[in-house]
C-alpha cells in the first residue's frame, strides 16, 4: 500500500511563507497524480493544487493562484507546496494526495496544520 506523511506546517504571520512536503512510501511505483487540498472549520475540504504525474501540469484554486507552488520529486517520492504571501484566510488543516493506478485508487495523508495570524 501506499502511504503518505505531511510536515511543513505551523504558525506564520500574514505575510509569511510556508513549504510543505509530502513524503510518500510504500508501493510509490502506484502513485499517479497528485495534489494538495485543505479544509476549514466545519467545511468540506477543499482542492488547492495538483500536478500531472505525465508531463508536470499543474493546476490552482483560484484562491491561491499566483501565490502558491506545487512541484514534485519523483525520484524522492515528495511532493511540495510552496505558500507565498499567506493570508488568515488560509489558515487550514492541509492534506496530500494522490491517485492510484490500482485500487484504492486513492490515497489521503493525515494532514498537516497550517495557521496565518494577522
Known amino acids: 500500500q501506499v502511504q503518505l506523511m505531511e510536515s511543513g506546517g505551523g504558525l506564520v504571520q500574514s505575510g509569511g511563507s510556508l513549504r510543505l512536503s509530502c513524503a510518500a512510501s510504500?508501493?510509490?511505483?502506484?502513485?499517479?497524480?497528485m495534489g494538495w487540498y485543505r479544509q476549514f472549520p466545519e467545511k468540506p475540504r477543499e482542492f488547492v493544487a495538483s500536478?500531472?504525474?505525465?508531463?508536470?501540469?499543474?493546476t490552482y484554486a483560484d484562491s491561491v493562484k499566483g501565490r502558491f507552488a506545487i512541484s514534485r520529486d519523483n525520484a524522492k517520492n515528495m511532493l511540495y507546496l510552496q505558500m507565498n504571501s499567506l493570508k488568515p484566510e488560509d489558515t487550514a488543516l492541509y492534506y496530500c494526495?494522490?491517485?492510484?493506478?490500482?485500487?484504492?485508487?486513492?490515497?489521503w495523508g493525515a494532514g498537516t496544520q497550517v495557521t496565518v495570524s494577522s
Open positions: 494526495h494522490t491517485l492510484l493506478r490500482t485500487r484504492p485508487w486513492e490515497i
Open positions: 510504500g508501493n510509490t511505483f502506484k502513485m499517479s497524480d
Open positions: 500536478i500531472i504525474s505525465t508531463n508536470g501540469s499543474t
